[in-house]
Every structure is written in C-alpha cells, then in structure tokens.
C-alpha cells in the first residue's frame, strides 16, 4: 500500500528555516508526484506546493512563493519541503500527498495522504 510520512516540523523564531521531509513507500516513487499541504487552526486545508494539471510545473500557494521550494531525492524515496524565511502566519500542521502523474486531473488534487507534522513558528 500506498504509505507517506511527514515528517521535521517544530519550533522555529519568525525569520528562520525548516526542512520537511516525507518518507515514501510501497509504491514506485518516481511515477508519483509529491504535493505539501498545510492547514492551520479554524482554517481549510490549502494546497502549499503541487503539481500544475495544465502544464505539470510546480505551484506554489502566493503566500509561500519565493521561500518555499519542493525537491526529492528519488534514491531515497523522499520528498522535501525546504522553508525559509519563516511567518507568524506559516504555522499549521503540514502533510505530504501523492498522485500518480499519469492521473493528475486538477491543481492540488491529490489522492494519498500521509500524517501531520507540526510546524510552529513564533513571533
């Protein structure tokens, strides 16, 4: 089966970095695209980088643009989520999901989901 896990979060002062990992296993890991999720108390979840369906480039969410970057290590099965400059506002439990790239269908539809990881950043 399908299986994801998020994984780096914690605390970091405003200003600063994280790296997000997520593990993956149990499936091919190059035939899936890896997208990073966010959702912070009281709000929906929202889409933080994914896969374009129009063009297949990467999205990035406005408010993360220019300190966020996606990257993997296919060796590794491992997808990464790299941080920089960290808000206030960027606090919120951070998932990892993947969908086979044959069967991208719309921006940030992703169909396998891992858990959680906390990223807190203060002020």
């Known amino acids: 089966d399908v299986q994801l896990q998020a994984s780096g979060g914690g605390l970091v002062q405003a200003g600063g970095s994280l790296r997000l990992s997520c593990g993956a296993s149990g499936f091919t890991f190059d035939d899936y695209a890896i997208g990073w999720f966010r959702q912070a108390p009281g709000k929906e979840r929202e889409g933080v980088s994914c896969?374009?369906?129009?063009?297949?480039?990467?999205y990035y969410a406005d408010s993360v643009k220019g300190r966020f970057t996606i990257s993997s290590d296919n060796a590794k099965n491992t997808a990464y989520l790299q941080m920089n400059s960290l808000k206030p506002e960027d606090t919120a439990f951070y998932y990892c999901?993947?969908?086979?790239?044959?069967?991208?269908?719309?921006?940030?539809?992703?169909?396998?989901w891992g858990q959680g990881t906390l990223v807190t950043v203060s002020s």
């Open positions: 896969i374009s369906s129009s063009d297949g480039s990467t």
């Open positions: 999901a993947a969908v086979l790239r044959l069967r991208i269908r719309a921006l940030c539809e992703y169909d396998y």
